[in-house]
């Protein structure tokens, strides 16, 4: 979703952004604070994850967990 924010700033062109009427510019700020909104999440998400992976990397539960996949 990130991607698709940052891809509509890039197709909209730099003159229609800085002169832009209202409902343009209103436009791209809520583009701007979805990416910013979904940045966010997934810097959340990723701080989850490698919480999750710390406690089981101290737990030694990784090698297990790591050769029971590789195994399916």
Known sequence: MAMLAGTMLEILP?????NA???HSSLRD???R?????KAV???INMMKYSIALV????RLI??????MTTL
Do not use: C, G, H, M
Request: no cysteine; aromatic share 10%.
């Open 21 to 23: 009427p209202t409902r």
């Open 30 to 32: 809520r583009l701007v």
């Open 42 to 44: 997934n810097r959340s």
């Open 14 to 18: 730099k003159d229609l952004l800085l």
């Open 34 to 38: 979805f990416k910013r909104a979904t």
């Open 56 to 59: 089981l990397w101290e737990r």
């Open 63 to 68: 090698p297990r967990i790591y050769t029971l």
